[in-house]
């Protein structure tokens, strides 16, 4: 059975479909904002008029009649103009993603690994997941526990223990798949202080780590040890009590057990609060609400029997001789039983500072490496690209799923315009396909392929205001300073200005040109000159929005053709993982090798 959602020859249709529509619009994408007055970019661009634009986006799919004129997605095939935005605007739609069709569902690809896994059960959670809003922050806490259930079925369906988090930054991904599904997991990223804080959050929860492992056995539905069946038993007896009206009454010593076991459990908390968020431990110090935090804690979300009992905490002048020597003798003793991979730390994972590139030895790095699930969320510019070049080279890698982000930061081979690759080995395009016919975006049009499409359809907006400010600067660098001036990064200027014209008075200054030549009111007189054309760059602005998903499908259409050129890559998917209002990159190329499926 063929379990690929999307044939080879199909998606190289749908691959050629999507470059014709950019080759017809990819100007607009590739238009640089600081641009757009100085080159009068909406008149180069458009036959219509800004309100056009603005009310066809609202509401194009009310829109009736044809243009009069000839276009091709909605471009006069004469004056190469945009004649009919409605057009432009479903033949976007049309091109995006979800519009081709070229998308496995979530659901689908989770029972298609179970297949592959050769087990037909429900796998999905019994409700007992870790509650990872109590450490991250809401983003995190959606795309964490998803791409986590995705890998740990990616490591069943291979049979492997061992996930490699490239560009694994504050570990979060790393925390939830080793404590929920009980995999070692090692976490790379180039970044010191990201893996300096991770190592301080690892020696955090390596005080509870069994309490850890136990949870992730406990609450991971395809592991039945000695211990849940007994647990079960006890289950199925209280409530049989339960059923004959038999409720037992706890002893007070019981009672007071318990309490003592609560307070521990608050305590717990306290110590571990500088690894989580600044906004949950603002929450957990409020002392009106602290009965509420410890009903929906991370902690609590262990079972009570296995919470780690904390010690008092007394000052160390205050301890007799014989006290320091006593836990002086058990911290080494600890400390020589975790250097020996001690069985109760080794599912917490272990960070590695490291600059990762296609040709990097995994085993330098991972001496314990055995087979492994390859991963990445959100993986910055070329990191993408050199994870799936990884798993492609490198047999110890059975499976990938990479989320790419920053798709600014890609090398292209073919654009003249862009820098050239040290390595030699181009971010994109990736696969033999496009590289034959030598297709590149642009930077430009990469930039805009990062805009939040389905945030600014619902009212999330743009900074309008930061890029107006931007581009009626450079018309005045223009008009009175050196051209070359103007192309240097005004950086973040915006925030810190109070007015335009303070805004302008610190660009200059950060670019180290003479501010005294203009006035104050000459330069508000450019401010007023171009404030009655700003929703002219509102409404360009807004067709590059409705560019962005074509632009980023390209880019992940020629992932997903890489897999499937690869002799040793049995499936190849791309799917949405996450919703893309909360996180707007949101799928993920998924990859698994093996011998062919049957």
């Given at each position: 059975?063929?379990?690929?959602?999307?044939?080879?020859?199909?998606?190289?249709?749908?691959?050629?479909?999507?470059?014709?529509?950019?080759?017809?619009?990819?100007?607009?994408?590739?238009?640089?904002?600081?641009?757009?007055?100085?080159?009068?970019?909406?008149?180069?661009?458009?036959?219509?008029?800004?309100?056009?634009?603005?009310?066809?986006?609202?509401?194009?799919?009310?829109?009736?009649?044809?243009?009069?004129?000839?276009?091709?997605?909605?471009?006069?095939?004469?004056?190469?103009?945009?004649?009919?935005?409605?057009?432009?605007?479903?033949?976007?739609?049309?091109?995006?993603?979800?519009?081709?069709?070229?998308?496995?569902?979530?659901?689908?690809?989770?029972?298609?690994?179970?297949?592959?896994?050769?087990?037909?059960?429900?796998?999905?959670?019994?409700?007992?997941?870790?509650?990872?809003?109590?450490?991250?922050?809401?983003?995190?806490?959606?795309?964490?526990?998803?791409?986590?259930?995705?890998?740990a079925a990616l490591s069943r369906c291979c049979k492997v223990k061992q996930v490699i988090d490239v560009g694994s930054g504050k570990g979060y991904l790393c925390s939830f798949l080793s404590m929920?599904?009980?995999?070692?997991?090692?976490?790379?990223?180039?970044?010191?202080?990201?893996?300096?804080?991770?190592?301080?959050?690892?020696?955090?929860?390596?005080?509870?780590?069994?309490?850890?492992?136990?949870?992730?056995?406990?609450?991971?539905?395809?592991?039945?040890?000695?211990?849940?069946?007994?647990?079960?038993?006890?289950?199925?007896?209280?409530?049989?009590?339960?059923?004959?009206?038999?409720?037992?009454?706890?002893?007070?010593?019981?009672?007071?057990?318990?309490?003592?076991?609560?307070?521990?459990?608050?305590?717990?908390?306290?110590?571990?609060?500088?690894?989580?968020?600044?906004?949950?431990?603002?929450?957990?110090?409020?002392?009106?609400?602290?009965?509420?935090?410890?009903?929906?804690?991370?902690?609590?979300?262990?079972?009570?029997?296995?919470?780690?009992?904390?010690?008092?905490?007394?000052?160390?002048?205050?301890?007799?001789?014989?006290?320091r020597e006593r836990r002086k003798r058990e911290n080494l003793e600890r400390k020589a039983r975790n250097g020996k991979g001690n069985s109760d730390t080794k599912n917490l994972y272990l960070p590695?500072?490291?600059?990762?590139?296609?040709?990097?030895?995994?085993?330098?790095?991972?001496?314990?490496?055995?087979?492994?699930?390859?991963?990445?969320?959100?993986?910055?510019?070329?990191?993408?690209?050199?994870?799936?070049?990884?798993?492609?080279?490198?047999?110890?890698?059975?499976?990938?799923?990479?989320?790419?982000?920053?798709?600014?930061?890609?090398?292209?081979?073919?654009?003249?315009?862009?820098?050239?690759?040290?390595?030699?080995?181009?971010?994109?395009?990736?696969?033999?396909?496009?590289?034959?016919?030598?297709?590149?975006?642009?930077?430009?049009?990469?930039?805009?392929?990062?805009?939040?499409?389905?945030?600014?359809?619902?009212?999330?907006?743009?900074?309008?205001?930061?890029?107006?400010?931007?581009?009626?600067?450079?018309?005045?660098?223009?008009?009175?300073?050196?051209?070359?001036?103007?192309?240097?990064?005004?950086?973040?200027?915006?925030?810190?200005?109070?007015?335009?014209?303070?805004?302008?008075?610190?660009?200059?200054?950060?670019?180290?040109?003479?501010?005294?030549?203009?006035?104050?009111?000459?330069?508000?007189?450019?401010?007023?000159?171009?404030?009655?054309?700003?929703?002219?760059?509102?409404?360009?602005?807004?067709?590059?929005?409705?560019?962005?998903?074509?632009?980023?499908?390209?880019?992940l259409l020629d992932r997903l053709c890489y897999l499937k050129e690869q002799e040793n890559v049995s499936y190849s998917a791309l799917v949405q993982l996450f919703n893309p209002l909360l996180s707007?990159?949101?799928?993920?190329?998924?990859?698994?090798?093996?011998?062919?499926?049957?």
């Open positions: 059975m063929d379990f690929n959602n999307i044939s080879f020859d199909s998606l190289k249709k749908k691959i050629d479909e999507v470059r014709r529509f950019l080759s017809v619009t990819l100007r607009i994408a590739n238009a640089h904002t600081v641009d757009f007055y100085t080159r009068d970019v909406w008149r180069a661009f458009m036959a219509v008029t800004p309100e056009e634009v603005l009310t066809a986006v609202d509401s194009y799919r009310d829109r009736t009649g044809a243009p009069e004129v000839s276009t091709s997605f909605g471009f006069c095939d004469v004056s190469k103009k945009l004649a009919d935005v409605s057009a432009l605007l479903r033949a976007a739609e049309a091109h995006s993603l979800p519009g081709l069709g070229v998308c496995v569902q979530r659901e689908t690809l989770m029972d298609t690994l179970r297949v592959m896994d050769g087990d037909t059960q429900d796998r999905m959670s019994d409700g007992s997941l870790l509650l990872p809003d109590e450490f991250m922050n809401s983003k995190k806490a959606h795309e964490v526990p998803a791409m986590a259930e995705l890998v929920q599904y009980s995999l070692q997991v090692f976490g790379i990223d180039c970044s010191s202080t990201n893996t300096r804080g991770a190592h301080e959050r690892n020696r955090k929860l390596k005080k509870f780590s069994k309490a850890y492992q136990k949870h992730g056995v406990k609450n991971n539905p395809y592991i039945e040890t000695k211990e849940t069946i007994d647990r079960k038993k006890i289950d199925d007896e209280q409530e049989t009590r339960t059923q004959f009206h038999h409720t037992p009454r706890l002893s007070q010593k019981q009672e007071e057990h318990v309490t003592d076991r609560n307070n521990d459990v608050a305590e717990v908390q306290c110590c571990s609060s500088p690894g989580l968020d600044k906004d949950a431990f603002s929450a957990q110090s409020e002392s009106d609400s602290i009965h509420a935090d410890l009903e929906n804690s991370f902690f609590t979300a262990l079972a009570p029997d296995i919470v780690e009992q904390a010690s008092p905490r007394v000052p160390p002048s205050q301890l007799s001789a014989e006290e590695v500072t490291s600059y990762v590139t296609a040709e990097t030895e995994l085993r330098t790095l991972i001496t314990e490496l055995e087979d492994a699930v390859m991963v990445g969320l959100h993986t910055c510019g070329d990191l993408a690209p050199s994870t799936l070049r990884m798993f492609k080279d490198k047999q110890e890698l059975r499976a990938v799923c990479s989320v790419g982000c920053c798709y600014h930061l890609l090398s292209e081979e073919f654009n003249e315009d862009a820098q050239e690759c040290e390595s030699g080995v181009y971010g994109f395009p990736m696969s033999q396909y496009l590289r034959e016919q030598a297709c590149f975006c642009g930077r430009n049009a990469r930039m805009s392929a990062c805009l939040a499409f389905e945030r600014v359809s619902v009212g999330g907006g743009l900074p309008m205001e930061s890029l107006f400010y931007r581009a009626v600067l450079h018309v005045i660098l223009q008009d009175h300073y050196d051209s070359h001036k103007s192309e240097k990064r005004v950086g973040n200027v915006y925030s810190k200005a109070s007015s335009f014209v303070d805004y302008v008075r610190r660009a200059l200054r950060k670019l180290e040109l003479d501010d005294s030549k203009l006035s104050d009111s000459e330069i508000q007189r450019y401010h007023d000159l171009y404030i009655s054309r700003m929703n002219e760059m509102v409404a360009f602005n807004m067709l590059k929005v409705t560019l962005a998903p074509c632009i980023e499908g390209l880019i707007p990159r949101c799928y993920a190329i998924v990859g698994i090798k093996g011998p062919g499926i049957l």
